[in-house]
């Protein structure tokens, strides 16, 4: 990391659209060195200390009331998670907050698979979430389902984030091109979602920041109806954060809104960046732990024991190949349906 500081300016902002009649985003920032969530001014610019910053959306499913309990479950657990668990690590280091974050998700669908259980008449319910923590220069990115984040970097717009939709299943398999993913009515076909199964795959993503990056995260109510294009040309328009997740959520309404919008952009100025080089990679990377950072502090285990669903270990292994048998099952006759479509 250079010497200097990194400064962030954040905002985010969710409106209903113009079909849906209740709201089920939830978006969150904090600041997690001081221990402050929320859109005080003291959070919408502050200095990246010690323990980090946090940006997350989340896009809940279910119906009305489970819908808005599962993204502003999963909101508040990983947020607790980490001002709780990584606050109270001896070690300070990128893999560790990045360890910590990918934890976060994977308790706060156990904490949420348990609860829907424990209620049957939230049963099902489960919710999106993309994560993006900022430690020192560095962003890390936590994704279940298909809310994204988008890094615009001078004249350009890159997505971080990759879809867990049967559609990006389709492209990366060569079935669609990406224009074709795009337009097809079955887009919104997630393949996973924080609740409803006892386990989750978590994709952890990395991107070094630089001078004047700014980051979006945003739900698929706002990602579906405006281009990537169209994310970068805003972001120049409006050097004011609140006036730029307002124009974007208005190009959305626009263009019908047919579902909730919700967006949360960060820009990051300082010292402590580096300017931007051509020779900078951005985009999609995944980020692999190494091995060691695996081991829980002696701290968290209670923690992360008590979050787990409560069934045994053969009945949730189970249970897991059941779902993934269903969907090897449902890709197949889609991706059957489809070739016929075409």
């Keep these: 990391m250079s010497s200097g500081s990194v400064r962030v300016s954040v905002f985010g902002k969710t409106d209903l659209g113009r079909a849906r009649d209740h709201n089920e985003d939830t978006f969150l920032v904090a600041d997690l060195s001081t221990g402050n969530a929320s859109l005080q001014a003291a959070v919408r610019s502050h200095e990246v200390g010690p323990r980090g910053s946090l940006f997350m959306v989340a896009d809940g499913m279910g119906g009305a009331a489970a819908g808005e309990l599962a993204s502003a479950m999963a909101a508040d657990l990983i947020y607790r998670h980490m001002i ?5 690590d001896s070690t300070q280091n990128a893999a560790r907050f990045a360890y910590r974050m990918k934890e976060a998700v994977e308790l706060a669908n156990a904490r949420i698979y348990s609860y829907a259980k424990e209620h049957p008449e939230v049963r099902g319910m489960g919710t999106t979430v993309t994560a993006a923590g900022v430690y020192e220069s560095d962003l890390y990115v936590t994704q279940i389902g298909d809310s994204r984040a988008y890094l615009v970097r001078g004249s350009e717009a890159i997505q971080l984030t990759k879809d867990q939709s049967l559609m990006q299943r389709l492209v990366d398999a060569g079935e669609l091109t990406e224009d074709e993913a795009e337009q097809s009515e079955r887009r919104n076909i997630i393949l996973q979602a924080l609740g409803p199964d006892p386990r989750v795959k978590v994709d952890l993503t990395h991107q070094s920041l630089r001078r004047g990056d700014t980051l979006i995260v945003c739900s698929d109510g706002l990602s579906g109806l405006v281009r990537r ?22 190009l959305a309404n626009g263009r019908g809104g047919p579902d909730n919008i919700t967006v949360v952009t960060a820009r990051f100025e300082g ?43 053969s009945s949730s292994t189970l249970e897991h190949l059941r779902s993934l048998g269903l969907i090897v099952v449902i890709l197949g006759v889609l991706m059957l349906l489809l070739k016929v479509w075409r």
Excluded: K, M
């Excluded at 951005?282 to 285990?301: I, R």
């Design 271 to 313: 010292a402590g960046l580096p300017e931007a080089d051509e020779a900078d990679g951005v985009g999609y990377s995944t980020y692999q732990l190494p091995p060691d950072t695996a081991e829980p502090d002696a701290n968290t285990t209670t923690e992360v024991e008590s979050l787990q669903p409560r069934t045994s270990n």
């Design 229 to 250: 294009e169209e994310f970068a040309e805003l972001a120049r328009e409006h050097a004011d954060l609140p006036a730029l997740c307002s124009a974007l959520i208005d």
């Design 84 to 88: 709780t668990a990584w606050a109270g």
